[in-house]
């Protein structure tokens, strides 16, 4: 197994969360983003957004005029107020946020430079999926005046309310309430939302968990993928469809120049698309390969090499080889 193991002194000191924190998190893609960070490139292609905001936990990018990408660094930090990627997409008549983060916190912060780069607050919210990162802090939004239509599909808001059926600690009942009145994104067909000039669409689709949405625009060509994609990271299949998820993937990159949002990390630059897609190859070849022999996900996990081209992608610890595998393997065996 390919992994270094030596000190990165580039990288932040590890992150210990607090147990309640933890399990507010656990089965998400933070439990295990918080305890990770990425390995810089030597060389990295010039951005061409625009920071328009920064702080501790991550930064505002804008990527065109009346859109923005909300881009999380928690391992900076150590800072989990955000804790997974989104944005801010304005027209004349409605401002949409794509996703409601990890705690109150990130929401109100996002919220609150919409209303100063646009001057509203948001009017909707995209939840992408049911991941915690994506979902807890959706309360956030909310305030004396301002309470956002939030848009989820029906089988992303059942896995919302079992995930908070288990917790130990409740996240509120304004959060309750706003899901409560979502509007359910159809499951099998696109969903268009006129924002007064640019229109925006929400796609269906399925494989990091069993219910996906990506917010696309056309012009200016922008596709914010959710935790479909990511960037820099070995991504999490705790959850994953495998087949679903290459599926996905590929059906949601364009042939043409487009800004890319991933749901963790950076955005993409020259190459990491490639990258990413490699890696999803060669880990559906481990898993299909290590089946048909009947080696176990631990032993083909152990055997498991990353790809050159993502050599220095960040993992916290070889059990995510198994994961990923093992997600295979469930698959296979139908």
């Known amino acids: 197994m390919s992994i270094n193991r030596e000190p990165d002194p580039t990288l932040p000191r590890r992150f210990v969360p607090s147990r309640r924190e933890f399990l507010a998190l656990a089965g998400s893609a933070g439990a295990h983003l918080a305890l990770m960070a990425p390995r810089p490139r030597a060389a990295r292609a010039a951005q061409t957004s625009k920071i328009v905001a920064q702080e501790a936990w991550g930064r505002i990018e804008q990527l065109a005029e009346g859109v923005w990408a909300v881009v999380s660094t928690p391992l900076v930090n150590n800072d989990w107020t955000t804790l997974c990627n989104g944005g801010i997409i304005a027209g004349g008549e409605r401002v949409v ?6 705690r109150e916190a990130g929401a109100k912060w996002v919220a609150e430079r919409s209303r100063e780069l646009t001057g509203r607050w948001p009017t909707d919210v995209v939840i992408t999926h049911y991941h915690g990162d994506h979902a807890n802090g959706l309360a956030g939004y909310a305030t004396e005046k301002e309470r956002p239509q939030v848009w989820l599909t029906a089988k992303t808001l059942d896995l919302i309310r079992k995930d908070d059926a288990r917790r130990e600690f409740p ?7 706003m899901l409560d009145g979502a509007r359910l994104i159809e499951p099998e067909k696109s969903t268009s939302l006129a924002l007064g000039g640019p229109t ?10 069993a219910s996906d949405i990506t917010i696309e625009l056309e012009e200016p060509s922008v596709v914010f993928f959710g935790d479909l994609l990511w960037n820099r990271l070995f991504p999490n299949y705790r959850d994953t469809i495998p087949t679903a998820f290459s599926q996905s993937i590929r059906a949601g990159i364009r042939g043409r120049e487009t800004a890319y949002v991933p749901g963790h990390g950076p955005r993409p630059e020259a190459g990491d698309l490639e990258s990413y897609l ?34 220095d992608w960040h993992l916290f610890n070889d059990s995510y080889f198994e994961v990923a595998i093992r997600a295979w393997h469930k698959e296979l065996a139908g």
Do not use: N
């Open 200 to 209: 925006i669409t929400l796609h269906p689709r399925r494989g990091h968990t």
């Open 278 to 311: 490699v890696l999803i190859d060669e880990i559906e070849t481990a898993g299909r390969r290590s089946f048909e022999k009947g080696v176990s996900p631990a032993a083909a996990a152990a055997d498991f090499e990353l790809p050159e081209s993502v050599s």
């Open 171 to 177: 996240l509120g009942t304004v959060r309750a309430e």
């Open 97 to 102: 946020a794509v996703e409601a983060y990890g």
